[in-house]
């Protein structure tokens, strides 16, 4: 059967139209964002009812993040014993500016805790990795873990609209408690001020 040149022509040009169209189907252009990790930092450690230094310190600490200006961190805990610690004071510990702080909650009965806090201009967004809150408790009981959560509700914002909120997981740690005081001789407070500083 002989092909006319205009139906050649057309043949060509269905066959180019299929051929594109078959490449943007199967392999669509995405975008990739990372997604940055809301997490109890360390995520375990030890801690000693030791009356030296039965004060100590955890984080929670925000991973991988992009043009951080603002957090709204929700935490709770829960302990194999009742009342194996109490938390003291929470603070910004220190990756953001010093700013407008909206929230300041402990609640010990509950064993909640609530801080949320955004920077004020000039201060400028904060990318990679590094502390949030810092919280401030004693340990009372030994032998308890003590799991720390970042709770629902939990956000991390840029303030730029018209979509602040910055996409993120979450991750929780564990305490454990003992009586042992070789921890105080080793400075276990320090230590863990260390391992909770930014890489």
């Given at each position: 059967?002989?092909?006319?040149?205009?139906?050649?022509?057309?043949?060509?040009?269905?066959?180019?139209?299929?051929?594109?169209?078959?490449?943007?189907?199967?392999?669509p252009?995405?975008?990739?964002?990372?997604?940055?990790?809301?997490a109890?930092?360390?995520?375990?450690?030890?801690?000693?009812?030791?009356?030296?230094?039965n004060?100590?310190?955890?984080?929670?600490?925000?991973?991988?993040?992009?043009?951080?200006?603002?957090?709204?961190?929700?935490?709770?805990?829960?302990?194999?014993?009742?009342?194996?610690?109490?938390?003291?004071?929470?603070?910004?510990?220190?990756?953001?500016?010093?700013?407008?702080?909206?929230?300041?909650?402990?609640?010990?009965?509950?064993?909640?805790?609530?801080?949320?806090?955004?920077?004020?201009?000039?201060?400028?967004?904060?990318?990679?990795?590094?502390?949030?809150?810092?919280?401030?408790?004693?340990?009372?009981?030994?032998?308890?873990?003590?799991?720390?959560?970042?709770?629902?509700?939990?956000?991390?914002?840029?303030?730029?609209?018209?979509?602040?909120t910055?996409?993120?997981?979450?991750?929780?740690?564990?305490?454990?408690?003992?009586?042992?005081?070789?921890?105080?001789?080793?400075?276990?407070?320090?230590?863990?001020?260390?391992?909770?500083?930014?890489?």
């Amino acid at each position: 059967m002989k092909i006319s040149r205009a139906g050649t022509v057309l043949l060509v040009f269905m066959l180019v139209i299929t051929l594109v169209f078959s490449a943007v189907w199967v392999n669509p252009v995405k975008a990739q964002t990372p997604t940055a990790v809301i997490a109890i930092f360390p995520e375990f450690s030890t801690t000693t009812t030791s009356e030296n230094c039965n004060e100590q310190e955890i984080f929670v600490r925000v991973e991988n993040v992009t043009n951080l200006f603002g957090y709204a961190v929700n935490f709770s805990w829960t302990s194999s014993i009742p009342n194996a610690i109490q938390v003291l004071e929470i603070s910004n510990a220190g990756f953001l500016d010093d700013g407008f702080i909206l929230v300041k909650v402990i609640n010990n009965d509950l064993q909640t805790g609530r801080f949320h806090m955004n920077q004020v201009q000039p201060a400028s967004h904060k990318n990679g990795t590094g502390n949030l809150v810092r919280i401030r408790f004693k340990t009372l009981l030994p032998n308890a873990t003590v799991t720390f959560n970042v709770d629902a509700g939990t956000k991390i914002s840029s303030g730029i609209e018209p979509n602040p909120t910055i996409p993120s997981t979450t991750r929780g740690g564990r305490v454990f408690t003992t009586s042992d005081t070789s921890i105080c001789n080793t400075g276990a407070t320090t230590m863990l001020s260390f391992l909770s500083s930014p890489m």
